[in-house]
């Protein structure tokens, strides 16, 4: 069955490692024969949220940028994937943005079920994800329908494009397939 999937690219940096990582679970994802879209973070206007909460009244958030056709995106898929660099531990801050203002899902009978992370970071040991696991987690957690399948995490990697051979760039493109 051909399911709505979503790869939302937070990083920044054009040919970036983590970029690489969400192409290959797209590609994948699209010769299993599903429908999948690749949305990139950059370029995109994404205020902080103000903490107002009408969005749990209105299942829909009352800054108008960038985040209001994302967060539509997020609700109508069946899976959503998160593709960041880890910066200090952690999700990028564009991600981290992203998924405060996706605060209206959480009243609303949003679709996604599956949850996929992928993280690249120039450290390669295996507790440099630890807190990007925790930081998607905890949006998870306040999603009650939805769970983290899986991570795939790219260590050792820095510059642009260093990710190439990369045993990660293969392993993201086999799950896309195995959705």
């Known amino acids: 069955m051909s399911k709505n999937v ?16 969400a192409d ?3 590609k994948g994802a699209k010769e299993a024969g599903h429908n999948a879209e690749k949305i990139s973070l950059s370029g995109k206007k994404i205020n902080f949220c103000t903490g107002c909460l009408v ?13 209001i056709e994302i967060v539509e995106k997020m609700l109508n898929s069946d899976v959503l994937v998160f593709a960041t660099p880890v910066y200090y531990y ?23 079920r599956d949850i996929y ?5 120039a450290e390669d040991e295996d507790e440099t994800v630890k807190g990007t696991e925790t930081a998607v987690q905890g949006w998870i957690d306040c999603s009650e329908k939805a769970e983290l399948k899986k991570t795939i995490f ?3 990697v820095n510059d642009a494009g260093e990710i190439k051979g990369h045993s990660a760039l293969k392993e993201a493109y086999e799950t896309g397939k195995q959705l």
């Open 55 to 67: 969005c749990q009244k209105k299942q829909k958030c009352v800054i108008n940028d960038d985040s």
């Open 154 to 156: 790219a260590g050792g």
């Open 90 to 112: 952690s999700v990028c801050g564009q991600l981290k943005t992203l998924l405060d203002r996706a605060n209206p899902l959480f009243a609303s009978d949003y679709r996604f």
């Open 117 to 121: 992370l992928l993280a690249t970071a």
């Open 24 to 26: 290959e679970f797209l």
């Open 6 to 21: 979503l790869i939302i690219s937070s990083s920044l940096r054009k040919g970036s490692n983590s970029e690489m990582l």
